[in-house]
Nanobody
Framework: QVQLVESGGGLVQAGGSLRLSCAASGRTFSRNDMGWFRQAPGKGREFVAS????????YYADSVRGRFTISRNNAKNTVYLQMASLKPEDTAVYYC?????????????WGQGTQVTVSS
C-alpha cells in the first residue's frame, strides 16, 4: 500500500501559479497510475488530472485542460500538478490518489489534501 503526502498549496491571486507535489512511500509507486482530485466547499470531490505509471498518458478535466499539467518523477516517488492561470473557482482542497487506471477518473488510496485558495 502507498502512503501519500501532498504539499505546495497556499493562497494565490487570480492569474497566478502554484505547483503541488505528492510524495509517495512504498515500493509500488512506479507501478501506480496517479491522479489529482479536488473538493470545493459544499461540493463533492471531482477529478482534476491523472497520469499513467510510465507518464506516457495524461488525462484532464475540461475545466483545467490547458492550464494545469500533471507530471511524475518515479525516481523521486513524486507526482506534481503545475497549475497556471488560476481562477477563484479553482479554490479547493486538492488530493492526490493512486488509481487502478488513469482513464477511470477514480481514486483508490488518498492523501490528506492540501488547500489551494485563489483570490479575485
Amino acid at each position: 500500500q502507498v502512503q501519500l503526502v501532498e504539499s505546495g498549496g497556499g493562497l494565490v491571486q487570480a492569474g497566478g501559479s502554484l505547483r503541488l507535489s505528492c510524495a509517495a512511500s512504498g515500493r509500488t509507486f512506479s507501478r501506480n497510475d496517479m491522479g489529482w482530485f479536488r473538493q470545493a466547499p459544499g461540493k463533492g470531490r471531482e477529478f482534476v488530472a491523472s497520469i499513467s505509471w510510465s507518464g506516457g498518458r495524461t488525462y484532464y478535466a475540461d475545466s483545467v485542460r490547458g492550464r494545469f499539467t500533471i507530471s511524475r518523477n518515479n525516481a523521486k516517488n513524486t507526482v506534481y500538478l503545475q497549475m497556471a492561470s488560476l481562477k477563484p473557482e479553482d479554490t479547493a482542497v486538492y488530493y492526490c490518489a493512486t488509481m487502478t487506471l488513469a482513464s477511470s477518473r477514480r481514486g483508490d488510496y488518498w492523501g490528506q489534501g492540501t488547500q489551494v485558495t485563489v483570490s479575485s
